[in-house]
């Protein structure tokens, strides 16, 4: 289903992308963090599990192990929050969600790395 044209014109110039990364990578996302007046980047670093959606729409979403306990958190691609994403080493997976992760820990939940 298509959507209007004007609609399409104007979320087009509204998208942006952080970065160039896939699902199956381990990135680096510089968060912007505002406290009251005062502004902060934050990092995220972890495996990027989905990408989701199209358009202005589209999200992606970072899982890590903290202290033992995972952690998920999705962000939207234009979000103006998300100043950029690095990508730390890039993955090779089989699929486009990596869901099967969360049921597992300590080696057996890492992706294997694409040599060039």
Sequence with gaps: MRQ????EKIEA???KTPGEFN?????????LIRE???????????TVMKIQNGGLRKTFTVRKLSNGI???KTWPMS?????KVEVIRKGKVRR???????KRSGKAAKVKEVIQ
């Design 4 to 7: 209007n044209p004007i609609l």
């Design 13 to 15: 110039e509204q998208i």
């Design 23 to 31: 699902v199956g990578d381990t990135v680096r996302v510089h968060n």
């Design 36 to 46: 009251g007046n005062r502004q902060r980047i934050q990092m995220f670093e972890g």
């Design 70 to 72: 995972g952690v998920e």
């Design 79 to 83: 979000s103006p929050f998300v100043e």
């Design 96 to 102: 486009a969600k990596l869901n099967y992760l969360r």
